[in-house]
């Protein structure tokens, strides 16, 4: 994948262009953010540029209609073809001079495989113009890998570069991470998680919108969702948040609760990940409404495709109001995730909203 075709990440990828164009790219870098974001995906980007055959000069990218970017943004100095063989063995794992190293059957990352790419990036390039070694979840190193890969940091092969990926950059030993400087890869903007689902193929345009707005910014995360689920968990979310603002009947509001313990599936864990689900569902729409309550641009709205819903709710949710339920919601996320009794958490939400 060449830089043009990274989603999101801009100036990253502007900055990264300009390093191997100037020749000034770091001997390593670190690669943090949340998971699902495109660190990876970026990292081979680099990869290709550093070994493309045929490399394009002055690449102009499609215009970012979610962030107001200056012109300069809109180029990048040097881009891989994507094409030349070099390009496709590197997208397809074959490159003999692009190394990956991830976590094995037990989760890690074992001094073993450290050893061995240490010892394969001390050697010039088999073919390419510079060897490019990636650490993929590099938070999975084990301590000794660390420090077996420390020396080599320090003291860098002139013709090797290392990236750490990692969505835990503080996992990473000190002594590693201040050898690294650190490029932090935000979540993406849930308009740009959406074009990725409708470019994949794999959801219609509703549907992908509707399973951005609850992805984090993550198209990791968005894949990994059923969008029918993420459709009718927003149902539930809307109806609850209306229910709640219709009235102030604690009995009432309790009824309502039951929505958001519809089951999809058997067992605790089921129910315990399904009101998750509607929560963040629930957390999306109130970001939404608050959008509309101070009159921001209605192109930044998660879910523009119910923005009459979105209206009707910003005239009970705004404000302190809105800013109560949305603080509400984010603390039953939290309870939920440290165990608490799922009922529990449904019945006191509705009573903060």
Not at 108 to 125: L, M
Not at 232 to 243: C, H, I
């Amino acid at each position: 994948m060449p830089f043009r075709d990274v989603i999101g990440h801009r100036r990253l990828v502007g900055l990264l262009s300009r390093s191997v164009h100037r020749e000034s790219l770091p001997p390593s870098l670190i690669f943090a953010g949340p998971a699902g974001v495109g660190k990876r995906l970026a990292a081979m980007a680099t990869a290709q540029a550093l070994n493309c055959l045929t490399p394009r000069i002055s690449v102009r990218l499609k215009p970012d209609p979610t962030n107001d970017l200056i012109a300069d943004d809109h180029h990048i100095e040097i881009d891989a073809c994507g094409t030349c063989t070099a390009c496709t063995r590197i997208a397809r794992g074959v490159h003999p001079d692009v190394l990956v190293v991830e976590p094995g059957d037990t989760g890690s990352i074992k001094i073993e495989q450290v050893r061995d790419i240490v010892d394969r990036a001390a050697y010039r390039p088999f073919e390419g113009r510079r060897r490019v070694v990636i650490v993929d979840e590099a938070d999975a190193l084990v301590a000794p890998a660390q420090n077996a890969l420390l020396k080599t940091l320090e003291e860098p092969p002139p013709s090797s570069v290392f990236f750490l990926i990692t969505s835990r950059p503080d996992a990473l030993l000190p002594t590693v991470q201040s050898r690294c400087p650190r490029l932090r890869f935000r979540p993406l903007d849930a308009r740009d998680v959406a074009a990725a689902l409708v470019a994949g193929g794999t959801h219609t345009e509703a549907k992908a919108r509707a399973v951005a707005a609850t992805a984090e910014g993550s198209v990791g995360r968005a894949l990994e969702a059923s969008a029918d689920e993420v459709v009718e968990a927003r149902e539930v979310a809307q109806q609850v948040l209306a229910q709640a603002a219709a009235s102030d009947d604690p009995r009432r509001r309790i009824e309502g609760a039951k929505d958001l313990l519809v089951k999809t599936g058997a067992g605790g864990a089921g129910d315990r990940e399904q009101l998750a689900s509607h929560l963040r569902a629930m957390e999306s729409l109130l970001r939404d409404v608050e959008l509309l309550s101070t009159r921001a641009d209605a192109r930044a709205l998660a879910n523009p495709d119910v923005q009459p819903a979105l209206e009707r709710l910003a005239r009970t949710y705004q404000g302190e109001r809105g800013m109560r339920a949305f603080t509400a919601v984010d603390q039953a996320l939290v309870a939920l995730e440290r165990n608490a009794g799922v009922k529990i958490v449904a019945d006191w939400l509705v009573l903060q909203l």
